[in-house]
């Protein structure tokens, strides 16, 4: 039966840098997540639970003449826990996670004593397709990894604006200025217009919400922002945002946003692939709405009240599943 049944495991690679100032391993509804850290940052997020005999891997010798072996590999609940991962992927890419590799995890099955060691003829297989230094990386405390953990495991689906903007922050990282603004394009359109998606529609629904106008507004007044742009781009930001009225600034980021959408060899004034430095300024200022957007619907989902009553829980209970318990 399955309660007595083997355990299955799923280690994701975690590409980025996030520092928590503590590690502990803790169980959410069945999930056991442990965490593999060096060097003070998070190396990969391993999610087990317990199988039935029916999803263990089957290995058939010779099934057919030129072939020594075939394995049939099983991935248990893979897309139940696709979509928990990637809403943790976009969770915790506000405290320095770039990508967790969903696509590609390591398969192992765990065997907890004899009996079920003559069951597995597998036990594991993987299918593997100037910044900050690292002691300048502030740290980031545990329970808020937590708690966006269980709040995925609670939804058991990923909001996509937050993978928009995850990847937005990537391509500006990488200096892909034309398809961050997509992405970060995609989380305002998606959020603030309501469906609406012709231009002319999107631009009367962005000037008629206060959400998006104070959303603007914030940015404008946001002191750190202007400071921390390269020197070369402060010119052009004040020309380019700070002296204009929300309503032109609405309807130039529109048209911007077609501009960008076609393509002609015909006209005059075009954009360039390989020249995207050109959109710099607009990829960092979109950036910033977008960021607003994705950390509430972030905060939301980790102050939940159910989520907090959660893991006050996992306090209590201190789970420790890999001895490393460091106490919460």
């Not at 099955?109 to 002691?135: F, G, P, T």
Request: aromatic share 12%; hydrophobic share 35%; with cysteine.
């Amino acid at each position: 039966g399955i309660k007595e049944a083997m355990r299955f495991r799923y280690t994701f690679d975690v590409k980025g840098r996030i520092k928590p100032q503590q590690i502990v391993s803790f169980d959410v509804d069945g999930f056991l997540f442990e965490f593999y850290v060096e060097r003070e940052f998070i190396r990969n997020i391993r999610v087990s639970f317990k199988i039935a005999d029916h999803e263990l891997p089957c290995v058939i010798n010779n099934p057919e003449p030129g072939i020594a072996l075939h394995i049939n590999v099983t991935s248990p609940r893979i897309h139940e826990v696709e979509e928990i991962m990637r809403q943790i992927e976009g969770m915790l890419s506000f405290w320095g996670v770039e990508a967790i590799g969903i696509r590609k995890p390591k398969h192992e099955w765990i065997a907890e004593n004899e009996e079920e060691k003559k069951k597995l003829k597998l036990y594991n297989c993987s299918v593997r397709l100037e910044e900050l230094k690292d002691h300048e990386i502030r740290s980031v405390s545990f329970d808020l990894i937590a708690r966006s953990i269980i709040a995925s495991v609670k939804t058991k689906q990923h909001n996509v604006l937050l993978s928009f903007n995850k990847r937005g922050r990537v391509d500006n990282k990488n200096e892909n200025y034309i398809e961050a603004i997509y992405n970060f394009y995609f989380v305002i359109e998606s959020y603030y217009a309501g469906g609406k998606n012709k231009n002319h529609a999107v631009e009367k629904a962005l000037k008629n919400s206060v959400e998006f106008n104070e959303n603007i507004n914030r940015v404008l007044a946001d002191q750190e922002f202007k400071t921390h742009l390269p020197s070369e781009l402060r010119m052009k930001y004040e020309s380019q945002y700070l002296k204009k009225e929300v309503d032109v600034i609405i309807k130039e980021l529109v048209m911007m946003r077609g501009f960008l959408h076609h393509y002609s060899t015909k006209r005059k004034s075009n954009w360039h692939p390989d020249k995207q430095h050109e959109f710099r300024l607009e990829a960092y200022f979109l950036e910033q709405l977008s960021h607003n957007v994705a950390f509430g619907i972030m905060m939301d989902q980790a102050y939940d009240t159910d989520v907090i009553k959660q893991y006050k829980e996992l306090i209590k209970k201190g789970k420790n599943g890999n001895g490393t318990n460091n106490s919460f």
